[in-house]
Structure formats: structure tokens, C-alpha cells
């Protein structure tokens, strides 16, 4: 997967018809960082979401793939609670599965953050090189 880095607020760079990934816990909740916004952007992404984590059906590794009004959001459980509890494991095995889902979705280009590296509290170096070298180069990740 080709990651760029980009300048700029991510919801202020979407445009009708894009993608948008981010780490998530798999509590329910999604109460602080780019989560946050990204619950009251998309009130049916955070329906499904917090009734598959209730439901004990979204778990570390996976990826929710939730069309949403004017976006697709890809959902990576990369920690199971809130706070600095993201793996370096999770991250792979979900960004193995956001690959896998762009493929199906006909999706080439993501929109995300820094996932698992602000309030995940892991080092951005290593989720960027964990993120390289996931699939192949038909999914670019802009970060």
C-alpha cells in the first residue's frame, strides 16, 4: 500500500465520493480524537459500530466497512478499550482487512490520520511502515 502524508485537517480534504479510515476501540465508543467527529459526521457508521461492538462482533484486528451519506468509512479495531491500548498487531491484521474490503469496494485512495498514534499511544514511524507494507500499491493511503 503507498501511504502519503499530507498537510491539512482531514474532514476539511473530503470531497463527495471519498473514502475515510480510522482506528477504532471495540468498546462502543467513539468519544475522543478523530473519532469523535467522525461519530456525528456519520450517525449510521456509529449505529453499526457500537451495535457490532455490543454485540461482542467487532473485534482487535477487524475492519467495519460502513457506507455512510457521501463516504465510506472504514472502521480498524485497533485497540479493544479507549486510550493508549493500540497493538502494532492490530493495526496489520486490520490494515491487512481494509485492503482486503477497498478491493471489494472498488475503493483505490483512503482518507485517514495518524491512526493508533495520537490517543493509541503508538510510535507513528512504525504503524507508517506497518501500513507500507500491507497489500499492494492499488490502495493509496493519504495521511
Not at 463527495?16 to 476501540?25: C, E, K, L, T, V
Not at 478523530?34 to 449505529?47: D, E, T
Not at 469496494?105 to 514511524?125: C, N, Q
Request: aromatic residues 12%; hydrophobic residues 40%; negative net charge.
Amino acid at each position: 500500500m503507498i501511504v502519503n502524508d499530507i498537510e491539512g485537517n482531514l474532514f476539511d480534504a473530503l470531497e463527495p465520493g471519498d473514502s475515510i479510515a480510522h482506528g477504532a476501540n471495540c468498546k462502543g465508543l467513539m468519544g475522543a480524537g478523530v473519532a469523535k467527529p467522525i461519530r456525528q459526521l456519520y450517525p449510521f457508521n456509529y449505529s453499526v459500530y457500537n451495535f457490532l461492538c455490543r454485540s461482542r462482533k467487532f473485534v482487535p484486528g477487524d475492519c467495519l466497512v460502513v457506507p455512510d451519506g457521501k463516504h465510506i468509512v472504514f472502521n480498524l479495531a485497533t485497540q479493544y478499550y479507549p486510550g493508549a491500548d493500540a497493538q502494532y498487531e492490530y493495526i496489520r491484521q486490520a490494515a491487512d482487512a481494509m485492503f482486503w474490503e477497498a478491493k471489494n469496494w472498488g475503493v483505490s485512495k483512503i482518507k485517514t490520520v495518524r491512526m493508533g498514534a495520537g490517543i493509541g499511544g503508538l510510535d507513528w514511524d512504525r504503524v507508517a511502515d506497518i501500513l507500507s507494507q500491507t497489500g499492494d500499491d492499488s490502495v493509496v493511503l493519504d495521511v
